[in-house]
């Protein structure tokens, strides 16, 4: 494997973690947006009142993503599994 073939691949995992993990990080920092405003706005300062909404939203993305996330795995995988008798040379 030579440094172009390494550094194509790196890029490429990179590329499939940040798709697969930002619908999720999104999800979870407007969910977090929405709750501080709601707790400045009331003047409620309770730490824990985050925590159950964020847990069902991201429990939410991951059940209705997951095929998609599955799909993308997948394509990356037979990719990698694919090309991997070139990087041998």
């Given at each position: 494997m030579n440094i172009e073939q390494s550094v194509e691949v790196l890029r490429q995992l990179v590329t499939t973690s940040?798709?697969?993990?930002s619908p999720i990080l999104?999800?979870?920092?407007?969910?977090?947006?929405?709750?501080s405003l709601f707790q400045?706005?009331?003047?409620?300062?309770?730490?824990?009142?985050?925590?159950?909404?964020?847990?069902?939203?991201?429990?939410?993305?991951?059940?209705?993503?997951?095929p998609w996330m599955l799909r993308i795995l997948m394509q990356f995988t037979i990719t990698f599994i694919s090309r991997m008798s070139e990087m041998a040379r």
């Open positions: 940040l798709l697969i993990i999104l999800v979870s920092m407007a969910v977090g947006l929405v709750i400045s706005i009331t003047s409620i300062q309770e730490q824990t009142l985050t925590f159950v909404p964020k847990l069902l939203a991201v429990a939410f993305v991951l059940v209705a993503g997951a």
